[in-house]
T-cell receptor, first 113, second 116 residues
């Protein structure tokens, strides 16, 4: 079964700072990788996804993530955060062709104006 | 296109009771999955239904069950509620196209269950 690790559960930073959230997974086969975001009081929304091709993927709101197969990692980055990026971020993985997602424990990100 | 709709949004039950939660997927989506979200355990997979059949099941006791109807709507049921069942229950739908399936899920806002 797949498992996902996210570190630094609570992150506090100021506006305009750069953000990087780490995600490591354990699964030996072909995987699909996702970052979901949950804004306060809202439902989980897809931020970006990787299925194949260019390992650097760009998502909504200026986020990007890099898939490094050799490191089993899919780290999320944003060069300059805004107060509206305050949210909980979840990394998730599933085996190719399978709808069952394994989620990390999430990163609670607070951006101070 | 309407999103995933879950009802009820909030409910309070007492230990020993049972509860049924409902989920209407995005039109055209045939796969419905359920997840339990708690502060301690995070998001945990309960089960997935596709074409009225349970296709995947997580590591939850038999008190947790579900079903899917011919219109793809799904219900999950928890019997003999325990305090630890207090959680946000999330439903997610997906178009499931076999080998071409990417597994991208679209989530509802959840049903928040409190067990007293």
């Amino acid at each position: 079964a797949q498992s996902v690790s996210q570190h630094n559960h609570h992150v506090i930073l100021s506006e305009a700072a750069s953000l990087e959230l780490g995600c490591n997974y354990s699964y030996g086969g072909t995987v699909n990788l996702f970052w979901y975001v949950q804004y306060p009081g809202q439902h989980l929304q897809l931020l970006l996804k990787y299925f194949s091709g260019d390992p650097l993927v760009k998502g909504i709101k200026g986020f990007e993530a890099e898939f490094i197969k050799s490191k089993f990692s899919f780290n999320l980055r944003k060069p300059s955060v805004q107060w509206s990026d305050t949210a909980e971020y979840f990394c998730a993985v599933n085996a190719y062709g399978n709808n069952r997602l394994a989620f990390g424990k999430g990163n609670q990100v607070v951006v101070i104006p | 296109k309407a999103g995933v709709t879950q009802t009820p949004r909030y409910l309070i039950k007492t230990r020993g009771q049972q509860v049924t939660l409902s989920c209407s997927p995005i039109s055209g989506h045939r796969s419905v999955s359920w997840y339990q979200q708690t502060p301690g355990q995070g998001l945990q997979f309960l089960f997935e239904y596709f074409s009225e059949t349970q296709r995947n099941k997580g590591n939850f006791p038999g008190r947790f069950s579900g079903r899917q109807f011919s219109n793809s709507r799904s219900e999950m049921n928890v019997s003999t509620l325990e305090l630890g069942d207090s959680a946000l229950y999330l439903c997610a739908s997906s178009w499931s196209g076999g080998a071409a399936n990417t597994g991208e899920l679209f989530f509802g806002e959840g049903s928040r269950l409190t067990v007293l």
